[in-house]
């Protein structure tokens, strides 16, 4: 029987020698490349692993800064409309004259007034109101673009609340059909008007 160690195959030819180490050779080839490519494989999920983590972190970057940026626009906008607002407040020295014109502008659009008054000023944290009272009669036509005018005044004027209803007839029996008739068409308004300013600001 065909016993070899190193020394007998040491003895052989090269080229038996060759054929005889190859499946050594193949097995540390093996053996090699399967430690060497597990080592890899590790390192490569690895890597996997943190590039996954950094682009979760980066998403979360990413979609804080929008909703930063969104929210520093809505802020900007919302300072930008109070600005606007300002601008539009009562002046210390135009009550008179606002209510000057809210009586003119009722007139031209056929009220008869029975009150125009300023009620006592009511403070609501940074801004004051000025509640005015309005008692009126009219035609409905005429209350509507009453309302309209002083809704598209330069100043801010909030029309808080509004009350129309028949007014009581006061006829007598000579008063003729169309006066009568007339009579009927006529409503009494009243009408709570609100003016603003700065708390602090004297009127």
Do not use: C
């Amino acid at each position: 029987m065909l016993k070899l160690d190193i020394k007998s195959i040491l003895n052989l030819p090269v080229i038996a020698q060759f054929f005889i180490t190859i499946p050594l050779w193949v097995l540390i080839f093996y053996l090699a490349y399967f430690f060497d490519y597990s080592s890899l494989n590790n390192k490569l999920n690895i890597a996997k692993k943190k590039e996954a983590s950094l682009t979760q972190e980066l998403d979360k970057i990413f979609s804080n800064q929008i909703k930063i940026e969104k929210a520093l626009a809505q802020v900007t906008k919302i300072e930008t409309m109070i600005a606007e607002w300002h601008k539009k407040l009562i002046n210390q020295d135009d009550v008179p004259d606002l209510l000057e014109s809210v009586l003119k502008v009722g007139t031209a659009n056929g009220l008869k007034f029975d009150e125009l008054a300023r009620e006592p000023s009511v403070e609501e944290g940074e801004y004051t109101k000025i509640p005015i009272k309005i008692v009126a009669r009219g035609g409905f036509s005429s209350i509507a673009r009453f309302m309209t005018s002083v809704a598209n005044f330069k100043t801010l004027v909030a029309i808080d609340n509004i009350s129309i209803k028949k007014q009581e007839n006061d006829t007598h029996a000579e008063d003729s059909y169309s006066q009568r008739l007339a009579n009927k068409k006529i409503l009494l308004t009243n009408i709570t008007l609100e003016l603003y300013y700065l708390t602090g600001q004297k009127t």
